[in-house]
């Protein structure tokens, strides 16, 4: 366990991230409205991955059709089978997960969210939500960084053909695997 992760989160699990790749624009109309992405405004497989404290893979979930909620990916991959009472997940604002990993007896470190400002116009955090967010943000960056990893293998960086859907299956858990091989992303002082 890094001492980044021992200070503050001792008991993270997992981080989590959902990434999308670009795939060829189907012919057929539902084909495309399942494939297309808006948040990447093209069509995408998306995949759920999971990384150890020390940058490390642990969970690559199949790819699944570009338009899949966050949720919908976590429950349906298999992810929260895996998880023990009193594991520590840590993820992004997106992850509407809390109730799933409660159900397990693990809990949900998230940026807390935005409200409405009482005094002015926009939306605000206190100033000890501020210090939390920027606090989980510095380690949830490093999953980020093991998806620019995985993302730089040629077949997962272009625009996959439609009908490739289970050779980029393996291809992308074979690249997680040689991503494992890799000088660890986070040192473990």
């Known amino acids: 366990m890094p001492l980044s992760f021992r200070r503050k989160y001792p008991n993270t699990r997992v981080i989590i991230d959902a990434t999308e790749f670009y795939v060829q624009r189907p012919r057929n109309p539902t084909a495309q409205s399942k494939t ?30 570009g338009n899949i909620s966050d949720r919908s990916i976590t429950e349906r991959s298999g992810f929260i089978d895996l998880i023990e009472k009193g594991d520590h997940v840590m993820a992004d604002r997106g992850f509407l997960i809390k109730d799933l990993l409660l159900s397990k007896g693990a809990t949900l470190n998230m940026p807390p969210f935005t409200r409405p400002c009482k005094h002015g116009k926009g939306r605000c955090l206190t100033a000890k939500e501020i210090k939390e967010s920027k606090s989980i943000a510095s380690l949830r960056i490093h999953v980020e960084r093991s998806i620019q990893r995985l993302k730089s293998y040629k077949f997962l960086s272009g625009v996959m053909p439609i009908n490739s859907l289970s050779v980029a299956n393996q291809a992308l858990k074979v690249a997680g695997f040689f991503c494992n091989l890799m000088k660890p992303l986070v040192q473990k002082l």
């Open 36 to 65: 297309w992405s808006n948040y990447k405004s093209k069509n995408t497989f998306k995949t759920l991955v999971g990384i150890t404290p020390n940058g490390a893979f642990s969970f690559i979930s199949d790819l699944w059709t």
